[in-house]
């Protein structure tokens, strides 16, 4: 199980307001667990699985390997999250620490997939790339996306 962190996408106002707002390079994320991508995304408004890294183009990204979380269990969470709609209030409100407990912007799906796990507390408001960050000692893959081959795991 991976957690992958996205660089600022360039051509995207909703990455650089992100990116503005956190002041952090790493304005998206996602899981990555049993060969699939999943997170909530803003373009499609909702938690759905989304293309391997390798399909993501140049953008830059940095892969953390979870250890100990077995990929079956870990894909069940995700995929009873799988269609909740993305957090609009929590991204527009996230300097106020608002945001709907029902709904999920990326960091908050990683960061309760985390928590769900006992990596980190849980928390319910202005989570960001750095929060993740710290949970961290060291990624295990840093640069273009398309350049990303990762490693198959048994979906156990």
């Known amino acids: 199980m991976r957690v992958v962190l996205f660089e600022r996408d360039n051509w995207s106002l909703i990455s650089w307001l992100i990116f503005i707002v956190t002041g952090s390079r790493w304005t998206h994320s996602a899981i990555e667990v049993c060969g ?3 997170d909530a995304s803003e373009s499609i408004g909702s938690i759905s699985q989304r293309p391997p890294i390798c399909m993501w183009g140049k953008r830059k990204v940095r892969v953390y390997e979870l250890e100990g979380v077995p990929g079956a269990d870990c894909l ?3 995929k009873q999250r799988l269609g909740k709609k993305y957090d609009w209030v929590g991204i527009f409100g996230w300097v106020w620490s ?15 997939m985390l928590a769900h796990y006992n990596y980190v507390p849980y928390a319910t ?8 960050i710290t ?5 295990s893959y ?5 350049k990303y ?4 795991e048994p979906c156990l």
């Open 76 to 78: 069940e969470w995700v």
């Open 125 to 132: 408001s202005k989570i960001s790339a750095k929060d993740i």
């Open 36 to 38: 699939g991508l999943y």
């Open 149 to 152: 081959e990762g490693k198959k």
């Open 98 to 112: 608002v945001h709907d407990q029902r709904k999920f912007y990326c960091f908050e799906f990683v960061w309760r």
């Open 142 to 146: 840093e640069g273009p996306a398309n």
């Open 135 to 139: 949970v961290f000692h060291e990624h």
